[in-house]
C-alpha cells in the first residue's frame, strides 16, 4: 500500500529528528515542531452524497468494522469523524459546548434521525476514536448526514465539513439514477472541494453489464452539470465490508474496494504525503547546515589569534545592526498585510453573508407564515421565534466554519510570504559570517514550514455560537396586542436585530483572532532572526573562551567537534537518502 511507504519514510523520518535533536546546538523547540507537523498530519477525507447512497456504509467497510449505525430509512443526521486513537472511544460535543462520553451501544441515539429526530439534542458533532490500522497514519474518515432528504438541516451540516477536506468521496447508487438533488449538491460541493472520487455505490444489485451500463450512464450526467471529464468507481460498500470481516478474500475484490483505495491513497500521497515529508526533510537539511556553520566557527575561532578575531566580531556587530533596521520594516509589512486580510476579505464576506442570510430567512417567514393560522398568537410568538434562533444559529455556525477555513489559508499565505522572507534575511546573515571568518557554508532552501502555535488555530468548535443573548428579547419587542401581521413585521425587526448582533460579535471574534495569529507570528518570527545571530556570536565565543584556557583544552574540544560533525554527516546523508525516496 501507498500509505505504507509514507509511515515508513515517516518512521525513518523522525529517528533522524531524534538524532538530532541530540546535537547540542540544534534548538530541540525546531526539532518539537518538525516532528509534530509530521506526527499530527492528518488526512480529511469527507464521505458525501445523497440521503440512503451507503456513506456510512462505506466507512464501516474502509474500517473493515461495523461501527456506525446504517439503515434502510434515511438515518444519519449528525457528522462523525473517525479518527485513530488506541482505544475505541466515543465523544459527542453539543452546540452550547457541552462535552460527553457514551458507550457504542448509545451513538444511535445522538447520530441518526430516529434517535435524535431534528438533532433535537442539539449535537454540533462527533468524534469517534478507534484503534484502526487504516487511520494509523492520520487519515480522518467523516460521515456525513445524507442530503436531499425530507431533513433540510442535514444538508447544512454536510457543508460545513467541505472546506477541510483533502478528498470528498461523493457517493453514487445504481439503483438510482443520478437526481437533480445530488446534481445541485454536486454543483456546490465543486466550490468548496479540492478533488472530488465519485463512487457507484451497490454494485452487488447487478451484473457486470449492467454496472457498466449504470455507471455510462452517471457519468454522462456529471460530466454534463461539471463540463469536466470524471471517472466513477464501482462500488459495494456492503461486499466490501463482508469481505473484511469474513476475511473472504473473493468477496473483497467482488467489491471493487482495494482498487479504489489504492488509487486514493496513491492521490493522497502525492497531494499531501509527499509535500510534507519533502518540507520536513529540507527543512532539517536547513538546520543542519546552519549548526555545521556554528561548529566551523567555533572551530576557526578556536585556531584564529585573538586580535584578528576581535576585529571580525567588531563587524559583524555592524552587521546585526542592520538586521535590526529589517526586523522593523517587516513589522510595518506585516501589519498592512493583516489590514489588507481584515478589510478585503472579512468584511466583504461578512456583509454579503448578513445580507443573503437576512432575506432567506425572512423570505421562510413569509411561506411559513400560511402554515400558522391556526395558531394562538402565543404560539405563533413562539414558533417563529424558535424559527429565527435556530435558522440563525445554523447559519453562522455554517458560515463561520467556512470563512474561518478561507481566513486561515489567506492568512497563511501571506505569513508563508515573509517566512521567506526572513529565512532571506537568516541565509544573508549565514553567509556574511561564513565569509567574514571564511569558513564553508551551504545555504539550503526549503519551504516554510507552518507552525501550529502560530497558525489560525483556533477552530471557533469549542466556542458555540451564542444565541442565547438575545433569545428571550422578542417578547420585549412586542406591544401586548397586536394582529399576525404586524407580528410578522415584528418577527422581521427581531430577526435583523440578531443578525446584526452576530455579525458584529463573530466580526470582532475574527479580527481579534487575526490579531493575536500576527502577534504570535512575528514573535515566533523575531525569534528566528534572534537565534541566529546568537548562534553565531555563541559559536565564536565558546571557542574564544576554550582557547584562554590553554592548549590542551582546545585540542580536546577539536576532537569533539569532529565527532559531532561525523554525527552531522551521517543525519544529513540519511536526509538526502530520504528525499530520494520521496
Ligand atoms: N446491496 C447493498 N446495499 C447497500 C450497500 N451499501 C449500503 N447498502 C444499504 O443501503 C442502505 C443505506 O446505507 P447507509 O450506509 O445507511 O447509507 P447512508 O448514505 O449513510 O444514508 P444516510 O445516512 O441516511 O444518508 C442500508 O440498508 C445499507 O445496508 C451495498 O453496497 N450494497
Ligand atoms: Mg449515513
Given at each position: 500500500?501507498?500509505?505504507?511507504?509514507?509511515?515508513?519514510?515517516?518512521?525513518?523520518?523522525?529517528?533522524?529528528?531524534?538524532?538530532?535533536?541530540?546535537?547540542?546546538?540544534?534548538?530541540?523547540?525546531?526539532?518539537?515542531?518538525?516532528?509534530?507537523?509530521?506526527?499530527?498530519?492528518?488526512?480529511?477525507?469527507?464521505?458525501?452524497?445523497?440521503?440512503?447512497?451507503?456513506?456510512?456504509?462505506?466507512?464501516?467497510?474502509?474500517?473493515?468494522?461495523?461501527?456506525?449505525?446504517?439503515?434502510?430509512?434515511?438515518?444519519?443526521?449528525?457528522?462523525?469523524?473517525?479518527?485513530?486513537?488506541?482505544?475505541?472511544?466515543?465523544?459527542?460535543?453539543?452546540?452550547?459546548?457541552?462535552?460527553?462520553?457514551?458507550?457504542?451501544?448509545?451513538?444511535?441515539?445522538?447520530?441518526?434521525?430516529?434517535?435524535?429526530?431534528?438533532?433535537?439534542?442539539?449535537?454540533?458533532?462527533?468524534?469517534?476514536?478507534?484503534?484502526?490500522?487504516?487511520?494509523?497514519?492520520?487519515?480522518?474518515?467523516?460521515?456525513?448526514?445524507?442530503?436531499?432528504?425530507?431533513?433540510?438541516?442535514?444538508?447544512?451540516?454536510?457543508?460545513?465539513?467541505?472546506?477541510?477536506?483533502?478528498?470528498?468521496?461523493?457517493?453514487?447508487?445504481?439503483?438510482?439514477?443520478?437526481?437533480?438533488?445530488?446534481?445541485?449538491?454536486?454543483?456546490?460541493?465543486?466550490e468548496y472541494s479540492h478533488r472530488i472520487f465519485f463512487l457507484q455505490n451497490k454494485a452487488d444489485y447487478v451484473g457486470p453489464e449492467d454496472l457498466n451500463e449504470s455507471i455510462a450512464f452517471s457519468m454522462k450526467i456529471i460530466e454534463e452539470c461539471t463540463a469536466s471529464e470524471v471517472k466513477i468507481f464501482p462500488l459495494s460498500a456492503k461486499l466490501a465490508l463482508e469481505g473484511k470481516l469474513s476475511g473472504m478474500k473473493d468477496l473483497l475484490e467482488k467489491s471493487f474496494l482495494p482498487e479504489f483505495e489504492n488509487i486514493l491513497n496513491t492521490f493522497l500521497m502525492q497531494e499531501k504525503g509527499d509535500v510534507l515529508l519533502l518540507s520536513v526533510t529540507n527543512n532539517l537539511l536547513r538546520l543542519l547546515s546552519q549548526a555545521r556553520l556554528g561548529l566551523e566557527l567555533e572551530m576557526k575561532s578556536l585556531v584564529t589569534p585573538l586580535e584578528e578575531l576581535k576585529e571580525k566580531i567588531k563587524i559583524f556587530e555592524n552587521k546585526k545592526k542592520e538586521v535590526q533596521i529589517e526586523k522593523d520594516d517587516f513589522s510595518l509589512l506585516l501589519d498592512g498585510e493583516i489590514k489588507k486580510i481584515t478589510n478585503n476579505v472579512l468584511e466583504e464576506d461578512s456583509k454579503i453573508f448578513r445580507q443573503e442570510l437576512f432575506h432567506?430567512?425572512?423570505?421562510?417567514?413569509?411561506?411559513?407564515?400560511?402554515?400558522?393560522?391556526?395558531?394562538?398568537?402565543?404560539?405563533?410568538?413562539?414558533?417563529?421565534?424558535?424559527?429565527?434562533?435556530?435558522?440563525?444559529?445554523?447559519?453562522?455556525?455554517?458560515?463561520?466554519?467556512?470563512?474561518?477555513?478561507?481566513?486561515?489559508?489567506?492568512?497563511?499565505?501571506?505569513?508563508?510570504?515573509?517566512?521567506?522572507?526572513?529565512?532571506?534575511?537568516?541565509?544573508?546573515?549565514?553567509?556574511?559570517?561564513?565569509?567574514?571568518?571564511?569558513?564553508?557554508?551551504?545555504?539550503?532552501?526549503?519551504?516554510?514550514?507552518?507552525?501550529?502555535?502560530?497558525?489560525?488555530?483556533?477552530?471557533?468548535?469549542?466556542?458555540?455560537?451564542?444565541?442565547?443573548?438575545?433569545?428571550?428579547?422578542?417578547?420585549?419587542?412586542?406591544?401586548?396586542?397586536?394582529?399576525?401581521?404586524?407580528?410578522?413585521?415584528?418577527?422581521?425587526?427581531?430577526?435583523?436585530?440578531?443578525?446584526?448582533?452576530?455579525?458584529?460579535?463573530?466580526?470582532?471574534?475574527?479580527?481579534?483572532?487575526?490579531?493575536?495569529?500576527?502577534?504570535?507570528?512575528?514573535?515566533?518570527?523575531?525569534?528566528?532572526?534572534?537565534?541566529?545571530?546568537?548562534?553565531?556570536?555563541?559559536?565564536?565565543?565558546?571557542?574564544?573562551?576554550?582557547?584562554?584556557?590553554?592548549?590542551?583544552?582546545?585540542?580536546?574540544?577539536?576532537?569533539?567537534?569532529?565527532?559531532?560533525?561525523?554525527?552531522?554527516?551521517?543525519?544529513?546523508?540519511?536526509?538526502?537518502?530520504?528525499?530520494?525516496?520521496?
Amino acid at each position: 500500500m501507498v500509505l505504507d511507504k509514507y509511515s515508513h519514510l515517516k518512521d525513518e523520518l523522525i529517528k533522524c529528528i531524534d538524532s538530532i535533536s541530540t546535537i547540542e546546538s540544534i534548538p530541540s523547540g525546531i526539532c518539537d515542531e518538525l516532528r509534530e507537523k509530521i506526527e499530527n498530519n492528518v488526512f480529511n477525507l469527507v464521505v458525501l452524497g445523497q440521503f440512503k447512497r451507503g456513506k456510512t456504509s462505506l466507512i464501516n467497510a474502509l474500517l473493515g468494522a461495523e461501527i456506525l449505525p446504517t439503515a434502510i430509512v434515511p438515518l444519519t443526521s449528525i457528522a462523525t469523524i473517525l479518527k485513530y486513537g488506541g482505544t475505541f472511544n466515543i465523544k459527542v460535543y453539543f452546540n452550547d459546548g457541552r462535552v460527553i462520553e457514551i458507550e457504542p451501544a448509545s451513538l444511535i441515539q445522538y447520530v441518526t434521525e430516529k434517535g435524535n429526530p431534528k438533532n433535537e439534542k442539539d449535537v454540533q458533532e462527533v468524534v469517534i476514536t478507534y484503534p484502526s490500522p487504516y487511520l494509523k497514519d492520520g487519515v480522518r474518515l467523516i460521515d456525513t448526514p445524507g442530503v436531499g432528504s425530507v431533513y433540510e438541516h442535514n444538508t447544512d451540516i454536510a457543508y460545513q465539513y467541505l472546506p477541510k477536506s483533502d478528498a470528498a468521496l461523493f457517493l453514487l447508487s445504481v439503483d438510482q439514477p443520478v437526481s437533480k438533488a445530488e446534481l445541485d449538491f454536486l454543483k456546490d460541493v465543486k466550490e468548496y472541494s479540492h478533488r472530488i472520487f465519485f463512487l457507484q455505490n451497490k454494485a452487488d444489485y447487478v451484473g457486470p453489464e449492467d454496472l457498466n451500463e449504470s455507471i455510462a450512464f452517471s457519468m454522462k450526467i456529471i460530466e454534463e452539470c461539471t463540463a469536466s471529464e470524471v471517472k466513477i468507481f464501482p462500488l459495494s460498500a456492503k461486499l466490501a465490508l463482508e469481505g473484511k470481516l469474513s476475511g473472504m478474500k473473493d468477496l473483497l475484490e467482488k467489491s471493487f474496494l482495494p482498487e479504489f483505495e489504492n488509487i486514493l491513497n496513491t492521490f493522497l500521497m502525492q497531494e499531501k504525503g509527499d509535500v510534507l515529508l519533502l518540507s520536513v526533510t529540507n527543512n532539517l537539511l536547513r538546520l543542519l547546515s546552519q549548526a555545521r556553520l556554528g561548529l566551523e566557527l567555533e572551530m576557526k575561532s578556536l585556531v584564529t589569534p585573538l586580535e584578528e578575531l576581535k576585529e571580525k566580531i567588531k563587524i559583524f556587530e555592524n552587521k546585526k545592526k542592520e538586521v535590526q533596521i529589517e526586523k522593523d520594516d517587516f513589522s510595518l509589512l506585516l501589519d498592512g498585510e493583516i489590514k489588507k486580510i481584515t478589510n478585503n476579505v472579512l468584511e466583504e464576506d461578512s456583509k454579503i453573508f448578513r445580507q443573503e442570510l437576512f432575506h432567506k430567512v425572512s423570505e421562510g417567514f413569509e411561506r411559513s407564515y400560511g402554515e400558522c393560522s391556526g395558531m394562538s398568537m402565543k404560539e405563533l410568538r413562539d414558533y417563529l421565534e424558535e424559527q429565527v434562533i435556530t435558522e440563525v444559529r445554523q447559519a453562522f455556525t455554517n458560515w463561520r466554519s467556512i470563512e474561518d477555513e478561507k481566513l486561515a489559508k489567506t492568512f497563511e499565505a501571506a505569513c508563508k510570504r515573509f517566512i521567506t522572507r526572513i529565512d532571506d534575511t537568516v541565509d544573508s546573515l549565514l553567509k556574511f559570517s561564513a565569509e567574514l571568518f571564511a569558513v564553508p557554508f551551504d545555504i539550503v532552501k526549503a519551504e516554510a514550514i507552518w507552525s501550529t502555535k502560530s497558525s489560525f488555530y483556533y477552530r471557533f468548535k469549542e466556542q458555540p455560537v451564542g444565541i442565547e443573548i438575545v433569545a428571550s428579547s422578542m417578547t420585549l419587542l412586542l406591544p401586548k396586542f397586536i394582529g399576525k401581521k404586524i407580528m410578522l413585521k415584528k418577527t422581521k425587526e427581531y430577526l435583523q436585530r440578531v443578525v446584526d448582533l452576530h455579525y458584529a460579535k463573530a466580526g470582532c471574534e475574527f479580527e481579534e483572532r487575526l490579531d493575536r495569529s500576527k502577534l504570535t507570528f512575528r514573535w515566533e518570527m523575531f525569534q528566528r532572526i534572534e537565534a541566529t545571530m546568537e548562534g553565531i556570536s555563541k559559536a565564536i565565543e565558546k571557542g574564544m573562551n576554550q582557547k584562554s584556557k590553554g592548549e590542551q583544552a582546545v585540542e580536546e574540544q577539536k576532537a569533539v567537534l569532529i565527532e559531532t560533525e561525523k554525527k552531522m554527516n551521517e543525519v544529513k546523508n540519511k536526509l538526502i537518502q530520504i528525499r530520494q525516496s520521496v
